[in-house]
């Protein structure tokens, strides 16, 4: 009783209404693209470098709509095509305090700016940062004082290849302060 002529001629129906039904998502107006035009942008600045690059953002939109990038030499990042909605946008650095800013709008075709935050150096110790300076990474960088040392160490904070006294004087410096870093407002 398999393959019924009725049965067949009911699948194919079913086939050709579906086509037609892609057909008519494929080719209907991008109403919804169209409004995908906002831009969230902003800049970094890794304490203790002059090449700010490779600061981690990421952000988080309306309806689950999440991306990533990373900073330029100057710090710059910037997002396009956003969905209209409000953000959430965090920045991460390894060795560094991270920032968060929530709450951030963005609208249909505008460009939404926000101000230069100030990434703070010194959480080297474990294997991902805790989100604190503490006495924990002073002992880091204390271990391996003096030397000279390849760009994957960790207790090399400000990345110039050395544990020195920059690194001991920034991480002393932030001693105790947690993530996240104050985010100046907008305009600042
Ligand atoms: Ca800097
Ligand atoms: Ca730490
Ligand atoms: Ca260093």
């Not at 703070?120 to 924990?136: F, K, M, S």
């Not at 207790?155 to 006294?165: M, R, Y």
Request: proline share 5%; net charge negative.
């Amino acid at each position: 009783m398999r393959g019924s002529p009725h049965r067949a001629r009911a699948l194919c129906v079913g086939v050709a209404l579906f086509v037609l039904g892609a057909l008519a998502l494929a080719t209907r107006p991008m109403g919804a693209a169209q409004r995908l035009t906002g831009a969230l942008q902003g800049a970094v600045d890794l304490q203790g470098r002059s090449d700010e690059s490779g600061a981690q953002v990421r952000i988080f939109g309306p309806g689950g709509y999440s991306a990533s990038t990373t900073t330029d030499a100057s710090g710059a990042w910037r997002f396009e095509g956003l969905p209209t909605g409000e953000y959430r946008v965090e920045i991460e650095m390894e060795r560094y305090l991270d920032a968060l800013k929530v709450g951030v709008w963005v609208e249909s075709g505008g460009v939404t700016t926000l101000s230069r935050v100030k990434l703070l150096g010194g959480d080297c110790a474990g294997a991902a940062d805790d989100d604190r300076v503490d006495i924990l990474d002073m002992v880091v960088i204390a271990g391996v004082f003096g030397s000279t040392v390849g760009p994957t160490t960790r207790a090399d904070i400000n990345g110039d290849l050395a544990i020195n006294v920059l690194d001991v004087v920034m991480t002393a410096g932030n001693y105790g302060l947690v993530s996240p870093v104050p985010w100046p407002p907008s305009g600042s």
